[in-house]
């Protein structure tokens, strides 16, 4: 597919898909690159000191903890190597006790709903109550038309996927399908659908015209 197009395409379903997000309470906004999205999203958290990171690829393809690092910042981040069992469970506490909290979706819809799946549920809980401020950061290959669509989207490709990448003993690692398995090491364990944003959470979401992430 010629990339003009598929650009195209996306600012147009970015369109509809910021429209009911506004609609729905939450402050969204659209950008065409990950350079754009580091812009935007380092003069909005300029003012807070503590900040938890979940398992994104996403949120990291911008280069944020490494800046906010420098910047001197707290951070909350369970990809750090070498955590025991104890210090990893408390990062992932503090993640949700944090000033500012960043994550991606496994699946926007264009009506206006934001879709996390989780095997622990620090995620979950964090971007619904807890910081102050929450940043939702999807490439647009994360948006589908509905919310169907977008629970669809979960099971039939973010879920295999990021079972395979995490290397997990889990039939849609090797199959490439959901089996709505029960496997001790299963990763879809609580799902949280944002209808509408939590009445005391700031939520802003950040759609970028790429590809990015599961």
């Given at each position: 597919m010629?990339?003009?197009?598929?650009t195209?395409?996306w600012?147009?379903l970015?369109e509809?898909?910021?429209?009911n997000?506004?609609?729905?309470?939450?402050?969204?906004?659209?950008?065409?690159?990950t350079e754009?999205?580091?812009?935007?999203?380092?003069?909005m958290?300029s003012?807070?000191?503590t900040?938890?990171?979940?398992g994104s690829?996403?949120?990291r393809a911008?280069?944020?903890?490494?800046?906010?690092?420098a910047r001197?910042k707290?951070?909350y981040?369970?990809?750090?190597k070498?955590?025991?069992?104890?210090?990893?469970?408390?990062i992932?506490l503090?993640q949700?006790r944090?000033?500012?909290?960043?994550?991606?979706?496994?699946?926007?819809?264009?009506?206006g709903?934001v879709?996390?799946?989780?095997?622990?549920?620090?995620r979950?809980?964090?971007?619904t109550?807890?910081?102050?401020k929450?940043?939702?950061?999807?490439g647009m290959?994360k948006?589908?038309?509905?919310?169907?669509s977008?629970m669809?989207r979960?099971?039939?490709?973010?879920?295999?996927?990021?079972a395979?990448?995490?290397?997990m003993?889990?039939?849609?690692?090797?199959?490439g399908?959901?089996?709505?398995?029960?496997?001790p090491?299963?990763?879809?364990?609580?799902?949280?659908?944002l209808h509408r944003?939590?009445?005391?959470t700031?939520?802003t979401?950040?759609?970028?015209?790429q590809?990015l992430g599961?």
């Open positions: 010629d990339e003009t197009y598929k195209w395409l600012e147009k970015a509809r898909c910021v429209a997000l506004k609609k729905h309470d939450f402050d969204a906004h659209f950008v065409a690159s754009d999205a580091r812009n935007l999203l380092l003069d958290i003012g807070y000191e900040f938890g990171f979940a690829s996403t949120t911008l280069g944020l903890v490494e800046e906010l690092k001197g707290t951070i981040d369970h990809w750090q070498g955590l025991t069992k104890e210090e990893d469970l408390e992932r503090q949700g944090c000033d500012c909290f960043l994550c991606s979706a496994n699946a926007l819809s264009a009506t709903e879709v996390n799946v989780d095997g622990i549920g620090n979950t809980t964090a971007m109550f807890g910081p102050k929450v940043i939702i950061v999807a290959n948006v589908t038309p509905d919310l169907e977008a669809r979960v099971q039939e490709v973010a879920a295999p996927m990021r395979k990448s995490l290397g003993d889990t039939p849609c690692a090797e199959t399908f959901c089996n709505d398995c029960n496997v090491r299963r990763i879809c364990r609580t799902t949280t659908i944003r939590p009445s005391l700031d939520i979401v950040v759609l970028i015209n590809s599961f």
